[in-house]
């Protein structure tokens, strides 16, 4: 199976054409890894996700947090 992308190189920015705005998975696991740290919970405590992104237009990036 293969995953096709579109990619807006004038900002580094790609995502999956099935989805219509970019994720960016670098930030989401660096934030669920701070939270980890933070309170003392085992990896993968936390799912986090991406609701705004600067990459995607808006003015700034936005996550939820959630103690899975």
């Not at 580094?12 to 970019?22: A, E």
Request: contains cysteine; positive net charge; hydrophobic residues 35%.
């Amino acid at each position: 199976r293969q995953t096709r992308f579109k990619c807006d190189w004038s900002s580094d920015v790609c995502f999956p054409i099935s989805h219509n705005k970019p994720i960016n998975y670098f930030t989401c696991g660096y934030i669920a890894a701070v939270f980890g740290a933070a309170f003392g919970k085992p990896l993968k405590s936390y799912t986090v996700t991406e609701t705004a992104s600067m990459a995607g237009g808006e003015t700034e990036g936005k996550f939820i947090v959630k103690l899975s």
